[in-house]
């Protein structure tokens, strides 16, 4: 493991991270009962300072003032540590990603004359449905 969480532009010391482990909730007999397997990883955004402000104050508008990710999926501890950290390294990921703006387009001159030809020809092809007049 490297010592430095990597998610997105984030370059976060592990050393800010809060690490707790208990016991796994659920059937699984002695083993889950007794072994601490249950990984709880915690990053507290309002007190870190390996963020700048403008990180800052994205994380604690999307996500708040402390992160959390829990992997209980392993029967080893050191299973669950690396999901956990994978998981906290997706949730600053995708709460610092900024969706590209969107740029207004028009429609072009052919698009708008192919348009308005097909309403033409849907409305010709409607006026000259109705009833067959017999003939006298």
């Known amino acids: 493991m490297t010592d430095v969480l990597r998610a997105g532009r984030l370059r976060i010391p592990l050393s800010e991270l809060t690490w707790r482990f208990d ?3 659920g059937p699984g007999g002695q083993h889950a ?3 601490a397997t249950r990984a709880v990883v915690t990053f507290t955004v309002a007190d870190s300072p390996s963020l700048d402000d403008a990180a800052r104050a994205r994380l604690l508008a999307r996500v708040g003032p402390v992160v959390t990710a829990t992997a209980a999926d392993a029967r080893s501890q050191a299973a669950n540590r ?7 390294t ?4 995708e709460a ?4 590209r703006k969107r740029r207004p387009t028009k429609p072009g ?3 708008k004359a192919r348009r308005v030809d097909t ?3 849907r409305g ?3 006026r000259t449905r109705g009833r067959v007049r017999p003939d006298d």
């Open 96 to 99: 610092m990603h900024e969706p």
């Open 119 to 121: 309403k033409k020809r």
């Open 124 to 126: 010709e092809l409607k």
């Open 90 to 93: 997706s949730a600053l990921a």
């Open 82 to 88: 690396r999901l956990a950290l994978d998981r906290l």
């Open 23 to 25: 016991t796994p909730g």
């Open 33 to 35: 009962n007794r072994a």
């Open 109 to 111: 001159r052919s698009a």
